[in-house]
């Protein structure tokens, strides 16, 4: 999983899968699910990020990671 931010556009794309999308569907104002061609769940895309998540926190529990990067 990949949680990217991009600050020129106030948005933040999470990567689930190393899948390509397929299709995306609009959940709710600037909200985008994206899906395979399975029609499993492969990304999240959130615009105006900054009005709708806490960017300032990152808080990770008991995820059964074998590696682990973190950069800012």
């Given at each position: ?32 699910l ?15 990020a900054?009005?709708k ?12 990671a ?7």
């Amino acid at each position: 999983m990949k949680i990217n931010y991009y600050s020129d556009t106030d948005s933040l794309y999470i990567d689930l899968s190393e899948q390509p999308r397929a299709v995306g569907r609009e959940i709710s104002d600037g909200v985008v699910l994206d899906y395979d061609v399975q029609g499993r769940l492969v990304g999240i895309d959130i615009d105006n990020a900054s009005e709708k998540v806490e960017l300032k926190k990152l808080t990770i529990n008991k995820i059964p990671a074998g590696e682990q990067i973190i950069t800012a």
